[in-house]
């Protein structure tokens, strides 16, 4: 399954099946990204985290690409489990060194057995 | 265990009348961060603390104020809540690294409500 964040804020996978997760970020100045995933009644989770000199980082059943040159921003899933299914959130830091984040628009992930 | 720890998880408030939230970290991350996030909407950062530095953003409204006593410490508070300020605020932390953004953890909230 496949989503543009800003507008499709939903997706609806099969457990097992891969998930891809988009995001079009706004500021050219952006040079730190950041997926964060949140459940229900709770603060946002880090996923993972990639910087403006790399297009691509691996984690645990998780790849983030980064595609500089349209400002665009996915989060793939492998393998969906009915655990992966809550909002997630892109975040950019406007080229910002302090720390600031300024997330996108959420996406919704289902995950049905 | 809990790293960034918030509360109460659950605040209400009569409408005009102050409130504060609290916020710990077991972490010691000098920078600490304030969000309002309304239902079904993504976190908005109202400011940050870089150690006792105060940053605003320039659209947080002036009735919303925050305290850093200590490095483990951070205060929200609302002045005169109204309505519209009802909504889940999320603290988070990071790490100042002289290698660039950190990731911030973040609490699990303090659901505020005004009635």
């Known amino acids: 399954g496949e989503s543009v964040g800003l507008h499709l804020p939903t997706l609806s996978v099969q457990e097992g099946d891969n998930s891809i997760i988009n995001c079009a970020y706004s500021?050219?100045?952006?040079?730190?990204f950041i997926w964060y995933k949140q459940e229900s009644g709770k603060g946002p989770q880090f996923i993972i985290d990639?910087?403006?000199?790399?297009d691509k980082r691996q984690g645990q059943r998780v790849t983030v690409l980064l595609n500089k040159t349209v400002k665009h921003l996915s989060l793939q899933i492998a393998a969906t489990q009915p655990g992966d299914s809550a909002v997630y959130f892109c975040?950019?830091?406007?080229?910002?060194?302090?720390?600031?984040?300024?997330f996108g628009r959420g996406t919704q992930l289902t995950v049905w057995p | 265990d809990a790293m960034v720890i918030q509360n109460p998880r659950y605040q209400v408030t009569q409408f005009g009348k102050p409130v504060t939230l609290s916020c710990s970290q077991t972490?010691?991350?000098?920078?600490m961060y304030w969000y309002q996030q309304k239902s079904s909407q993504a976190p908005k950062l109202l400011f940050h603390?870089?150690?006792?530095?105060?940053?605003n953003e320039a659209d947080t409204p002036d009735n919303f104020q925050s305290r850093r006593p200590n490095t483990s410490f951070c205060f929200l508070d609302i002045r005169s809540p109204g309505l519209g300020d009802a909504a889940m605020y999320l603290c988070?932390?990071?790490?100042?690294?002289?290698?660039?953004?950190?990731?911030?953890?973040f609490g699990d909230g303090t659901r505020l409500s005004i009635l």
């Open positions: 988070a932390t990071s790490r100042d690294s002289a290698g660039g953004n950190q990731p911030q953890h």
């Open positions: 500021n050219s100045a952006s040079d730190y």
């Open positions: 990639i910087r403006s000199n790399m």
């Open positions: 975040a950019e830091n406007l080229g910002s060194t302090l720390g600031r984040l300024y």
């Open positions: 972490l010691n991350h000098n920078v």
């Open positions: 603390y870089y150690d006792k530095d105060f940053n």
